[in-house]
């Protein structure tokens, strides 16, 4: 769990970390992310909260969503899923 400062809105600081994780590493790219009941557990917000970081992620292409997979972390040059290598075909 982060700890949430007063001048913040919860969603916001769940983003941050999320956003820090994606850029360290933590969350790979092509990986998956916490859904929602997971993201809330795991924070101590609620579903609804971690539904607008999943959101927020999404409008800026941090992450893209494949029906009934679930949520992954963007190719940041795409937004999207990462590209495949074509030189081998």
Do not use: C, S
């Amino acid at each position: 769990m982060i700890e949430f400062r007063p001048d913040q809105l919860k969603w916001e600081a769940v983003l941050e970390e999320i956003r820090r994780r994606i850029r360290t590493g933590e969350y790979q790219v092509g990986h998956p992310i916490p859904g929602e009941p997971r993201m809330a557990e795991e924070f101590g917000i609620a579903k609804g909260t971690a539904r607008r970081v999943i959101n927020e992620l999404l409008k800026a292409g941090d992450i893209y969503t494949v029906l009934g997979k679930g949520t992954f972390v963007a190719d940041p040059e795409t937004g999207g899923p990462p590209r495949r290598d074509t030189e081998d075909e």
